[in-house]
């Protein structure tokens, strides 16, 4: 244990107590720490702009605890976020999020409030996904995969429900091994398929260097590219195809890039060859956001997450349709890819007769695939 940390802090037991820690910093060391990982985050990676060298602090700070998540072995912070009781707001002028919403109705219940932030709930969401990551996953993997694939799709579940999606859903999912290509619009696409059925993912390799993110990436298994070099590509090929083989679905955004969704953008045929090598299916899947959604979730140009999320927050509803495509068989890989765009090109933006079903009492048409 780090002796600048203090003695009285919680920390799991299990197989992965030698490790991971998590605790409220009680020394100024740390939590100072906290808020240098929340810049990095916030304004290295998300974009965010802040004042400050380095440091995301502001009047709040001093009245907040602050919950870390340590890496041990690495020794850094890999996740925090802080808290706010009712108490502490009292001192501190309001809550932060008086800021931004008015409170009154909320604040005039019985009860005590805790203030979960900086970034609130959904990162906190993401937080405990990490720490289901490396405490839980590796000795339930020893018990029974399916175990991991409950929980996985438990969590983007609650996920879903926390951004208000609600989701209709046509087609189905192919049963066993298959390679799922899907037009892009928004970060939300991956919450959208996740929520549906175990799938692995192929993100960009920004997404390996964001502080929490590549957390729960690298431990979930997603596969990484790196745009532009050839040999880089290959071996993703492969690795993709090594995962088909070994009965796994594999999610890809042959797009390249993330649209506001009113075209479908050519797509490059590359990663297709690993479904013809691996000989499974291609399954194209069309999303389309409805409603004031339309225009609120792409993510595009300029935009950053913390910008985007803010938005989508602001929701009374995130709508999305979903359309599964009959799976594809063909051994010419751009010819794949060029049939897999004209079916999802196919469904129009307008949908008149779009009837939402919220999440988490999804019916028959929009039950998660536990398979």
């Avoid at 071996?235 to 995962?243: E, P, S």
């Avoid at 307008?350 to 009492?361: G, I, Q």
Wanted: glycine fraction near 6%; charge should be positive.
């Amino acid at each position: 244990m780090r002796q600048d940390l203090p003695t009285d802090q919680w920390q799991w037991s299990g197989a992965s107590a030698r490790r991971y820690q998590t605790f409220v910093a009680l020394i100024p060391s740390t939590a100072q720490e906290a808020c240098r990982l929340r810049y990095q985050v916030f304004a290295g990676e998300l974009g965010a702009h802040l004042p400050g060298d380095g440091i995301d602090q502001d009047r709040f700070d001093s009245f907040c605890d602050h919950l870390v998540f340590r890496d041990q072995r690495e020794d850094w912070i890999v996740a925090t976020t802080r808290l706010l009781s009712d108490a502490a707001a009292q001192r501190s002028g309001g809550f932060y999020s008086q800021q931004e919403f008015d409170l009154d109705t909320v604040l005039a219940l019985q009860g005590r409030f805790l203030e979960v932030g900086r970034g609130g709930l959904i990162l906190l969401w993401l937080s405990s996904g990490a720490l289901i990551l490396v405490a839980v996953f590796p000795w339930l993997r020893a018990l029974d995969t399916k175990y991991c694939t409950a929980i996985r799709l438990a969590w983007f579940r609650g996920l879903a429900h926390l951004l208000r999606l609600r989701l209709e859903v046509t087609g189905t999912t192919a049963p066993g091994p298959v390679l799922i290509v899907a037009n892009h619009i928004s970060w939300l696409d991956v919450v959208v398929l996740g929520y549906q059925t175990p799938v692995t993912f192929v993100a960009k390799a920004e997404v390996a260097r964001w502080p929490l993110i590549r957390l729960l990436a690298r431990r979930s298994g997603t596969l990484f590219i790196h745009r532009g070099n050839l040999r880089t590509l290959r071996g993703l090929t492969r690795a993709i195809a090594q995962r088909l083989r070994a009965g796994e679905r594999v999610a890809i955004f042959p797009e390249g890039t993330t649209t506001t969704g009113r075209q479908v953008l050519p797509f490059n045929p590359a990663l297709l060859q690993a479904a013809i090598d691996a000989a499974v299916p291609v399954q194209p899947v069309t999303l389309r956001y409805a409603g004031t959604a339309t225009a609120t979730a792409p993510f595009v140009g300029e935009d950053t997450f913390i910008d985007s999320l803010r938005r989508i927050l602001r929701l009374p509803e995130v709508a999305v349709h979903c359309c599964w495509h009959a799976p594809l068989h063909d051994k010419r890989r751009r010819h794949l890819a060029n049939r897999a765009r004209d079916h999802i090109a196919a469904v129009g933006v307008e949908r008149t007769d779009f009837l939402m079903k919220c999440c988490p009492a999804a019916t028959s048409k929009a039950r998660p695939d536990r398979n």
